[in-house]
Nanobody, 131 residues
């Protein structure tokens, strides 16, 4: 089983990045795919979750702007067995290592923020937002 994140890097405040999570070794269409992040000196926190059929993707509250609109979008491509996290309007506090994860329950819900729900984890990709 592999989950390989890519697309991280250095971006200015207000910029955008698209992270990719390429998967192999399990039935991609049976798993919900999530994203977590860990900033320096902080605990890891949940970012987003998307179910196999793109039903009701969930984002953490910090992924919204001041007007409650989503800054970020999570989506997936079954043919490529890859999930994506499109991050717009990035802030310095978004600086972290971002991890993609897979949940064999195949759904996103109220407990998607719990790390224990996810069986497989990637190694992470660094996102740095300059102020």
């Amino acid at each position: 089983v592999q989950l390989v994140e890519s697309g991280g890097g250095l971006v200015p405040h207000g910029g955008s990045l698209r992270l990719s999570c390429a998967t192999s070794g399990f039935r991609f269409d049976d798993y919900a795919i999530g994203w977590f992040r860990q900033a320096p000196g902080k605990e890891r926190e949940w970012v987003s979750c998307i179910s196999p059929r793109n039903v009701k993707p969930l984002n953490a509250p910090f992924a919204k702007d001041d007007f409650g609109k989503d800054r970020w979008t999570v989506f997936r491509d079954s043919a490529k067995k890859t999930a994506y996290l499109q991050m717009n309007s990035l802030k310095s506090e978004d600086t972290a290592v971002y991890y993609c994860v897979a949940d064999d329950r195949g759904v996103c819900g109220a407990d998607s923020w719990q790390e224990a729900q996810y069986e497989y984890w990637g190694q992470g990709t660094q996102v740095t937002v300059s102020s």
